[in-house]
């Protein structure tokens, strides 16, 4: 064996694409400076518990954090996939921060993944579990994953801070991805909506669906917005409630917005948030989320702006052809994976703005992934 080569990064930003990216393309990565000027340096939490479940799904990858946890030195294994494994999230953030990674790691495994997840279901920060199960998995299947072992089980809420809630995730494997030419946007047929309180009276959802069905009723006609009401151990260990909307148009685009409303978050000093505690009722949150929905939609675009990161990355990993989408204004979360990507994977996207819609239609060659793994088993 040669002496291991490693790419030297530096500071905390999209740690989690870093991750993903630097075991995707096999790269073994260095990062220096994670948070070495802050009050608390070194890596938070989440991003301690997103590399032990890297450890999880993968076999023979070496992790070495020094003792500050400024410092992390990383060698990719081989995805393994595999059934029956558990992983508890750190609870700082949900589990929407780990599903992104863990979606496409899957993919490439070497035998599909079966994963139950403990820890925050939803919270304002991240998508909520239910965005993950009827929106973003629908953006897999235009890249040709099979619909068949790709699935998302809510089997109970955890809303922070004490989380205590469980989703079961089955990722199928694929030899390799598709190119896409996802331009259309198409015109909105219909809005599904998803609501769930738990520990707390079933009101809040009342509320938030009434409210935000009174935004979309002027607009279409096919509104519907599902209750999802848990108590005893299906409820988790914290009160709170939440709702998520997504807008399904003609072209096959999955539109989404959400959001969780916490009662009484407990902060890092262990004092509850006294500001949080004067929280704005549920109707708001009901009309706060329609209206972020519909801004989602006139930005354009054949996914929304939280959902960018993961197209693009889906698009740089498919076979060497050329990919074409369209989104809306570009998140500057879009734009840090589109430099990762250009990093790690060598691939650059060309952009071409369309002034009479005002979106940008991006178009790039894919990088060719194959799923080794799978061919050698």
Not at 346 to 373: E, K, M, Q, W, Y
């Amino acid at each position: 064996m040669g002496k291991t080569t490693y790419k030297r990064l530096k500071g905390s930003q999209s740690f989690r694409q870093r991750l993903l990216l630097s075991t995707l393309s096999s790269t073994p990565i260095i990062i220096d400076e994670i948070r070495a000027d802050d009050m608390i340096p070194g890596l938070l939490r989440h991003e301690m518990s997103l590399l032990r479940l890297f450890e999880t799904v993968s076999d023979d990858c070496v992790v070495e954090v020094n003792e500050t946890g400024t410092r992390l030195k990383y060698k990719p294994g081989i995805i393994m996939g595999g059934k029956n494994l558990v992983h508890s999230c750190a609870l700082t953030r949900s589990m929407g921060y780990y599903l992104e990674s863990l979606l496409v790691l899957g993919l490439f495994g070497k035998k599909p993944l079966s994963i139950r997840l403990k820890g925050v279901t939803d919270d304002p920060k991240d998508p909520s579990v239910d965005t993950v199960r009827n929106a973003t998995l629908h953006i897999l299947k235009r890249f040709g994953v099979p619909s068949e072992g790709l699935e998302l089980k809510i089997e109970a809420r955890g809303v922070a801070p004490e989380g205590g809630g469980e989703v079961l995730l089955t990722v199928p494997n694929v030899q390799s991805l598709t190119a896409v030419q996802w331009v259309e946007e198409g015109m909105v047929k219909r809005i599904r909506g998803w609501t769930f309180s738990a520990r707390v009276s079933s009101d809040f959802e009342h509320s938030m669906r009434f409210t935000a069905r009174g935004v979309f009723n002027n607009l279409l006609p096919d509104v519907h917005i599902f209750n999802d009401h848990k108590s005893g151990l299906h409820a988790g260990k914290s009160p709170g409630y939440g709702i998520s909307l997504v807008a399904e148009t003609t072209a096959g685009c999955y539109i989404s917005a959400d959001t969780a409303v916490s009662c009484g978050r407990v902060e890092e000093t262990g004092e509850l948030d006294v500001e949080r505690q004067e929280r704005k009722p549920a109707e708001d949150t009901g009309v706060e989320i329609a209206s972020w929905l519909l801004q989602e939609i006139e930005k354009g675009g054949v996914v929304d702006s939280t959902h960018q990161g993961l197209l693009f990355i889906l698009c740089a990993l498919c076979q060497q052809d050329v990919s074409k989408v369209r989104v809306g204004t570009l998140s500057p979360y879009g734009v840090e994976t589109l430099r990762n990507l250009k990093e790690f994977l060598g691939v650059t996207f060309s952009f071409r703005p369309d002034p009479d819609t005002a979106t940008v239609i991006l178009t790039c060659v894919g990088s060719g992934l194959i799923n080794l793994s799978r061919k050698l088993s």
